[in-house]
């Protein structure tokens, strides 16, 4: 072995006793320092955590619980798997191409079964050698020092032109993490120009769509995806820009076809979920719900949301007549409200939700008195809430009081949904649905087109016009995280570029207003990143923000 491994941890996952202890034989002979094994993705989880490791070696198929691709997920996830980290898979060999395209984040590389020590040796070598010469790169990365990261890769560049794809793609993810969508675009297009690469045009469609440019970036994901059939990113975010401009059947379409291919992403079984509700489907919404749930379990993404939406999936599901189906639906139901209450008995959310769902299970089995007596107890505790951030919640919320004949509290639960998610396509149609109030619905359009104004500007970088623009959205729309985070960007563009204290305290004020923004939001990850980027300029600047109370 060229590289001294002697300092470096090593975790090797699989479910067979047998291959882990010729493996761990092979990784002895290479001299590593440290080799541990796991039988389950759960015990890799915790020994990664109590640990740390530099050499992931995982089986795809671990058996009961997540796979290698769901510890994959949430390794990347928990931060447990650095830039700097080599994670290679193992697969049967019919199994790779499948497994590979699946995977939310690619290995370093993967390994297909039977394979001895000189395959294993020379793929590490190749994965070392090429970690090394990127060292610098990640480094940055890690540090949080992504404009640094840029420069050092433009160096690296020249000296390690045989890595240029993996240093392109790097730069393209750092661009777009600066929120630097032109340079990015401008970098895709030049790597097109010279070889069509499914990750490129996928990045190109992600650019344009936080650009809120939907034709362009259907038009380059529908590349990625001819590039790459089973390239199941792309998908995700072509349903993303279908659901943006209301395609609703188009998205549902992308989404099955990405479900049939894999259906292990959480996220992904969501989407399809939401999707599947708003067309009417109940065979497909029935499906997602279930599996989501069923794949969260263990997981990052094991929450109460996922136990209520299938639970009323089967609901609705049922017609009332209390034949076969309707008895086994029920029987399914109660199976759910049972895991919630035992899994999330200490959350008061997660607990009125579950009897919000009962009390109208106990209503479509003909039994009103006892339904409405448990709508009305939840409700009562529901009052002890405060800042319900979950749009699902709000919607039940509304709905049980205009059950329960409360017809203004419904109305105020309806105004707090479009006030924090009108920018949500399945929001707005749900809130049509429920014909809310006609002088509040025109409030929210309206901030919706201050938005899109502030976005016009923002694209031609107009930081001041667009902060002009986001400001009325946020004004009319205080509690939309999306209009709070585009004012706080371009309070942002304008204190870097101009070097404003000014500007950069209103953007700190933007973003501390929606601290309590949950973290399984789809805004949190952009929340998150914009707060480390003004913290670190006000550093740069000596500028001191005001901490709101731990």
Sequence with gaps: MSYDLSRKKCLIVDDFYQFRRSLRGMMEKLECGTVHEAGNAKDALESARE????????????????????????????????????????TAEDAAPMVLASLLYEPDDYLTKPFGLPVLQQRLEKALTRKHALEPIYRAIEGGQLEAGLQVADIILKKHPRYAMYIHRLQGRMLMDLGRYDAAIQLFRAILKKRELAWAWLGLGQCYYYQRDYTRAQKALEKAIATQHRFLAARDWLAKVLMEVGDMK????????????????????????????????????????????????????????????????????????????????????????????????????????????????????????????????????????QGVQDPDTLLELADAHTKAGNPEKAEACLKELAEKHQDDPRIRNQLARREQNKEAQKTYDMAAEFNSEGVRYYRQKDWMDALKAFRKAVKLAPGNASYVLNAAQSCFELAENDREAEALEEAWQLIESIADLPAD???HERYSKLRAQVIKLADELDVALEQGDE
């Excluded at 691709?69 to 898979?89: A, C, G, N, W, Y």
């Excluded at 599996?291 to 949301?305: D, E």
């Excluded at 599901?317 to 189906?325: E, N, Q, S, Y």
């Design 250 to 385: 188009a998205a549902q379409e992308v989404l099955e076809q990405a479900v049939q291919m894999s259906s292990k992403s959480v996220e992904r079984l969501d989407a399809l979920g939401d999707v599947a509700e708003e067309n009417g489907d109940k065979e497909w919404r029935l499906r997602a719900r279930r599996l989501a749930v069923k794949h969260s379990v263990n997981t990052r993404h094991h929450n109460a949301n996922r136990y209520v939406l299938y639970a009323r999936a089967l609901l609705d599901d049922m017609d009332g007549g209390g034949g076969l189906t309707d008895r086994r639906r029920a029987e399914e139901f109660r199976k759910q409200i049972k895991g919630l209450r035992k899994s999330f008995r200490d959350k008061l959310e997660a607990v009125i939700r579950g009897r919000l769902c009962t009390a109208d299970l106990l209503e479509k089995e003909g039994k009103e008195k006892e339904a409405a007596a448990e709508r009305d107890e939840a409700l009562e505790e529901a009052e002890q809430l």
């Design 51 to 90: 640990r740390g490791y530099d050499i992931f070696l995982v089986d795809y198929n671990l058996g009961e619980g997540m796979d290698g691709q769901e510890l994959h997920d949430e390794l990347v996830h928990e931060k447990l798997i650095r830039p700097s980290t080599i994670f290679i898979m193992v």
């Design 521 to 523: 939001d789809y805004r």
